[in-house]
């Protein structure tokens, strides 16, 4: 295992079937996106504790698992139809929030003592979302399960998102910096370009997702008896 192959990998699947990650995921990304924007519209100057969390809460859950679900199906030849998958999702929903919520939070105690904290509490936990869709587990098992899932890969999987989050991070901060005190853009443009950066923050759960597989086959091996 390494970064380049499972990077490469990654972006052979993502872009073969982008079409249909698109028509899965987006009419979701932008319609939170829509409404975040309309929230902090209506809140102007003060929006409500935790907002963005709210509505990412709502409307995150349902597409990274209908994308795992999609991911998952295809990589092991199957071809679901779209609907489908988003029904599956949909009664996935709870607890993909509760995993997602706890995650969240697990991250921000991190990075509240440091950046770095808050990294690694990322990485250990990146394949909890996995584990609750595709084994079943509850919320917090498949949080536990994935810190024990991931010993001994950290810098792989450090690797692995950095590469593929970093650039879209230094957007996100670009973008900002360039709205600091200019014109506010009309509503569908400014929806428009989160739309745009959620569907590459997509690629971040394929490539996930391979190194889950890969971690996971290991794993397995390893327990195998002689």
């Known amino acids: 295992m390494n970064v380049p192959t499972i990077l490469r990998d990654a972006w052979f699947f993502y872009s073969r079937h982008l079409g249909a990650i698109s ?10 996106s829509a409404c975040r924007h309309l929230a902090a519209q209506v809140a102007g100057e003060q929006p409500l504790p935790g907002q963005d969390l709210l509505i990412g809460l709502l409307f995150y859950p349902l597409y990274s698992a209908a994308l795992i679900l999609y991911v998952d199906a295809r990589s092991r030849g199957y071809a679901p139809g779209l609907r489908q998958v988003f029904n599956r999702a949909l009664g996935l929903w709870p607890a993909m929030a509760a995993v997602s919520a706890m995650g969240t939070l ?3 105690l991190g990075a509240s003592l440091f950046v770095l904290p808050g990294l ?7 394949f909890a979302e996995y584990l609750l869709v595709l084994r079943g587990l509850p919320p917090l098992a498949a949080l536990k399960e ?3 899932l991931t010993r001994g890969h950290f810098l792989l999987l450090l690797g692995c998102t950095l590469v593929v989050m970093a650039p879209l991070w230094l957007l996100d901060i670009w973008v900002a910096l360039q709205m600091e005190g200019a ?8 929806v428009a370009l989160d739309a745009a ?5 997509l690629f971040a759960t394929v490539v996930l997702f391979r190194c889950y597989m890969l971690c996971a086959a290991q794993d ?4 195998r008896p002689e």
């Open 106 to 108: 697990a991250i921000l």
């Open 197 to 201: 950066i959620g569907l590459l923050q």
């Open 183 to 190: 014109e506010p853009l009309p509503l569908l443009p400014r």
């Open 120 to 126: 690694w509490v990322m990485i250990r936990i990146a």
């Open 23 to 32: 028509r899965l995921c987006l009419p979701l990304i932008l319609l939170e």
């Open 146 to 148: 994935s810190f024990r």
């Open 220 to 223: 397995a091996g390893h327990e």
